[in-house]
T-cell receptor, first 113, second 111 residues
Framework: DAGVIQSPRHEVTEMGQEVTLRCKPI?????LFWYRQTMMRGLELLIY????????DSGMPEDRFSAKMPNASFSTLKIQPSEPRDSAVYFC???????????FGPGTRLTVT | AQSVTQLDSHVSVSEGTPVLLRCNYS??????LFWYVQHPNKGLQLLLK??????LVKGINGFEAEFKKSETSFHLTKPSAHMSDAAEYFC?????????FGGGTRLMVKP
């Protein structure tokens, strides 16, 4: 298996623009997680899905952030409009079953200027 | 609620010497604990996990960790550091599907 796939690996955009980050989980995994990593706050869980349904989005910072999972093999995290403070590395992870090991993707490094 | 404290933000060792990365946790439940490693510009990789079986857990690349309930600790050790061990290490506590990460310890290995 190719593991969790994220695209793009790097994104540089201007403040106010819409940003869409993409994730393909490991085939057969029924949980998908979005995390954000910054120097100031470390790694934070933003939202997670089970069987394509959002279960807990309490970590989503504000309404500018939205996440969808239209099918079992694809999820997006969208920021609209983007702000410089959104600059971070965004990780997607997936797991099989409740509480099992999470496998992380390589991350998307977002820079908002 | 659960929390994780990694006691050292940076640890520097010489190649061939032992590694100790310290972690203390707080959890309302019997915890599941993990150590993840992150190499520069890479994703996180699971090193080892404790899920209430043996208290001494062996992981990949010669790492191991001991769960000590009385001390609420889960320190990561390796007998002999290798240059390739230089990375950032995260101690993690899990409740249900929620992972809570420690602040990370950057391990530097000197030749």
């Amino acid at each position: 298996d190719a593991g969790v796939i994220q695209s793009p690996r790097h994104e540089v955009t201007e403040m106010g623009q819409e940003v869409t980050l993409r994730c393909k989980p490991i085939s057969g995994h029924d949980y998908l997680f979005w995390y954000r990593q910054t120097m100031m706050r470390g790694l934070e869980l933003l939202i997670y899905f089970n069987n394509n349904v959002p279960i807990d989005d309490s970590g989503m910072p504000e309404d500018r952030f939205s996440a969808k999972m239209p099918n079992a093999s694809f999820s997006t995290l969208k920021i609209q409009p983007s702000e410089p403070r959104d600059s971070a590395v965004y990780f997607c992870a997936s797991s099989s079953g409740q509480g099992n090991e999470q496998y992380f993707g390589p991350g998307t490094r977002l820079t908002v200027t | 609620a659960q929390s994780v404290t990694q006691l050292d933000s940076h640890v520097s060792v010489s190649e061939g010497t032992p590694v100790l990365l310290r972690c203390n946790y707080s959890s309302s439940y019997s915890p599941s604990l993990f150590w993840y490693v992150q190499h520069p510009n890479k994703g996180l990789q699971l090193l080892l996990k404790y899920t209430s079986a043996a208290t001494l857990v062996k992981g990949i690349n010669g790492f191991e960790a001991e769960f000590k309930k009385s001390e609420t600790s889960f320190h990561l050790t390796k007998p002999s550091a290798h240059m390739s061990d230089a990375a950032e290490y995260f101690c993690v506590v899990r409740a249900g599907n929620m992972l809570t990460f420690g602040g990370g310890t950057r391990l530097m290995v000197k030749p």
